[in-house]
């Protein structure tokens, strides 16, 4: 069985600021994970996805994420937050079907 | 650009109808689709895989007489919400891979809202 988890609800942040989204995975076997975008009454987005290599995957709108292994995670971050940055983010694992963490909204204020 | 069409974007009906949407892939081959369910500030809930030349694989609890699910090209699935009450209110999303490029995300739709009165 695959899983992930999203330990935070909401994630606020000042502009400027780092900006982290956490998600830890379950699965057996080498994962694919991956991070999407949600704005409100839209699909998702693709940010960034980790297959095998760097455990740094660098992504879409200056996102990057770093693939650990020992600690099941893959966490999402920024640098820099914008405003623009506030939106539903999900954190998935994939064997055939994607399956997705409950989301973190993240809040970005100016 | 978008490399999955969601037609329609918003649906509002009444209690009673049949809504039918559509998911198309643009410009790749997608012999496997997903549908997924999002009810508000909660995350996505696969519903089926929509398999074409094929029956579709519906998760438990899903009904299949309700939810029908049709995938007769390698570009288009397509969702019937049958005689749709009120319960059935949520935002609907399909998604699709390029089977050709197995490492590629999945591409989603940007949804329907559906609205039933």
């Known amino acids: 069985a695959q899983s992930v988890a999203q330990p935070e609800d909401q994630v606020n942040v000042a502009e400027g600021n780092p900006l982290t989204v956490k998600c830890t995975y379950s699965v057996s076997g080498n994962p694919y994970l991956f991070w999407y975008v949600q704005y409100p009454n839209r699909g998702l987005q693709f940010l960034l996805k980790?297959?095998?290599?760097?455990?740094l995957v660098k992504g879409s709108y200056g996102f990057e994420a770093e693939f650990n292994k020992s600690q099941t995670s893959f966490h999402l971050k920024k640098p820099s937050a914008l405003v623009s940055d506030s939106a539903l983010y999900f954190c998935a694992v994939r064997a055939l079907g994607l399956s997705f963490g409950a989301g973190t909204t993240v809040t970005v204020r100016a | 650009g978008a490399v999955v069409s969601q037609h329609p974007s918003r649906v509002i009906c009444k209690s009673g109808t049949s809504v039918k949407i559509e998911c198309r892939s643009l410009d790749f081959q997608a012999t496997t689709m997903f549908w997924y369910r999002q009810f508000p500030k909660q995350s996505l809930m696969l519903m089926a895989t929509?398999?074409?030349?094929?029956?579709?694989?519906?998760e438990q609890g899903v009904e299949k007489d309700k939810f029908l699910i049709n995938h007769a090209s390698l570009t288009l699935s397509t969702l019937t919400v049958t005689s749709a009450h009120p319960e059935d209110s949520s935002f609907y999303i399909c998604s699709a891979r390029d089977m050709a490029r197995l490492n590629q995300p999945q591409h989603f739709g940007d949804g329907t809202r559906l609205s039933i009165l």
């Open positions: 980790y297959i095998t290599g760097d455990n």
């Open positions: 929509s398999n074409e030349g094929s029956k579709a694989t519906y």
